[in-house]
T-cell receptor
């Protein structure tokens, strides 16, 4: 069981470039999340999904798009990267049906720098 | 979403000392979660609290769900160097997502 994995681990982009961050989970969880973490700001929710084919905006969605075409994958896209999107991005997943209801399992993070 | 305020922002302590940190909310929560983030890793759940007044332990860690349901406390006894990291409190902000505090950064010197 790999849990939640994220690809890539590190990336450097130039302003205006696009990229997609991939999150995969092998726990058959319904819910998946994308957060960004900036110094002194904690974790802020970008977008989330409560099932295959559904997505919703979180606290800081501007400049990002997401897709959940398969239950195990949640993609985060940056169409035109800006320096303000320099951050560490975390994906998380959760199974609302069993165990501790609110527990989210996090991936190891993707460190993105936009020059 | 609800504001979660964590204090202190950072702590620098010696190995063997006890640590206390807390989290307060502007509104009532039915669940409090405490996560730890090791340097370079994603957060991992330490303790979950589901009832007002509940006191739960996980090894040297003890967390309490405040009676008012607007606060929670995390204590670490006899700290060791591997306790270094950022500790986050979190609570549900809807049926789906969590609100996180800004974290308490803990440094432990041998």
């Amino acid at each position: 069981n790999a849990g939640v994995t994220q690809t890539p681990k590190f990336r450097v982009l130039k302003t205006g470039q696009s990229m997609t961050l991939l999150c995969a989970q092998d726990m058959n969880h319904e819910y998946m999340y994308w957060y960004r973490q900036d110094p002194g700001m904690g974790l802020r929710l970008i977008h989330y999904s409560v099932g295959e084919g559904t997505t919703a905006k979180g606290e800081v969605p501007d400049g990002y798009n997401v897709s959940r075409l398969k239950k195990q994958n949640f993609l985060l896209g940056l169409e035109s990267a800006a320096p303000s999107q320099t951050s560490v991005y975390f994906c998380a997943s959760r199974d609302p049906q069993r165990g501790r209801l609110d527990e989210q399992f996090f991936g190891p993070g993707t460190r993105l720098t936009v020059l | 979403g609800q504001q979660l305020n964590q204090s202190p922002q950072s702590m620098f302590i010696q190995e063997g000392e006890d640590v206390s940190m807390n989290c307060t909310s502007s509104s009532i929560f039915n669940t409090w979660l405490w996560y730890k983030q090791d340097p370079g890793e994603g957060p991992v759940l330490l303790i979950a609290l589901y009832k007002a007044g509940e006191l739960t332990s996980n090894g040297r860690l003890t967390a309490q769900f405040g009676i008012t349901r607007k606060d929670s406390f995390l204590n670490i006894s006899a700290s060791i160097p591997s306790d270094v990291g950022i500790y986050f409190c979190a609570g549900p902000n809807s049926g789906y997502a969590l609100n996180f505090g800004k974290g308490t950064s803990l440094l432990v010197t041998p």
